[in-house]
């Protein structure tokens, strides 16, 4: 089946650490988004992608790191800069043309960093 | 700046009421537009969007939305709504310039039976 895998689907880590979210995507989409969910705050843009080598900063990059190497794998990496990395954390991808910018989602990873 | 705003952070409502939740945003360039749900535990799915063409469009479940371009809005309803619609919603936009999609805040859709 086509789709987006997010891995683990739950993660706990202590502070200092840095972790790394895994995102694949075997839809052959060009663009990936990477998301944080908060409770009343809706989906914030973290990082996105609309090929591979190339990534943009969305509304609150700092904190985070991704990188984009394959065009099927966009990993993001929540470092012990990031102030409050206790989240849901969505990958997302889509594949840009005339009628086709909706994104497709990931289950997600709940961090929990303690 | 670029946003998108959900007026209703928290909605409740009878069944068999109508339903409409207002979304706009903020963006000068070519926008395509979304509706995404969230039921408890679930994915985010696709509810319905614009691209371009017929401003009102259908989706699923008995869901409509019209894109009002002079007002920045594509608001969704829904004329009787039941137990099941029980979620959270989510308007998103793609810009066309920024090739980006980004969400509001959502709203919390609670039926009552």
């Known amino acids: 089946d086509g789709g987006i895998t997010q891995s683990p689907k739950y993660l706990f880590r202590k502070e200092g650490q840095n972790v790394t979210l895994s995102c694949e995507q075997n839809l052959n989409h060009d663009a990936m988004y990477w998301y944080r969910q908060d409770p009343g705050q809706g989906l914030r843009l973290i990082y996105y992608s609309q090929i591979v080598n190339d990534f943009q900063k969305g509304d609150i990059a700092e904190g985070y790191s991704v990188s984009r190497e394959k065009k099927e794998s966009f990993p993001l990496t929540v470092t012990s800069a990031q102030k409050n990395p206790t989240a849901f954390y969505l990958c997302?991808?889509?594949?840009?043309?005339?009628?086709?910018?909706?994104?497709?989602f990931g289950q997600g990873t709940r961090l929990t960093v303690v | 700046a670029q946003s998108v705003s959900q007026h209703n952070h928290h909605v409740i409502l009878s069944e068999a009421a109508s339903l409409e939740l207002g979304c706009n945003y903020s963006y000068g360039g070519t926008v395509n537009l979304f509706w995404y749900v969230q039921y408890p535990g679930q994915h985010l799915q696709l509810l319905l969007k614009y691209f371009s063409g017929d401003p009102l469009v259908k989706g699923i479940k008995g869901f409509e939305a019209e894109f009002i371009k002079s007002k920045f809005s594509f608001n969704l309803r829904k004329p009787s709504v039941q137990w099941s619609d029980t979620a959270e919603y989510f308007c998103?936009?793609?810009?066309?310039?920024?090739?980006?999609?980004?969400f509001g805040k959502g709203t919390r859709l609670h039926i009552l039976p």
């Open positions: 998103a936009v793609y810009l066309n310039r920024d090739d980006k999609i980004i």
């Open positions: 997302a991808s889509s594949k840009p043309g005339q009628g086709n910018t909706e994104a497709f």
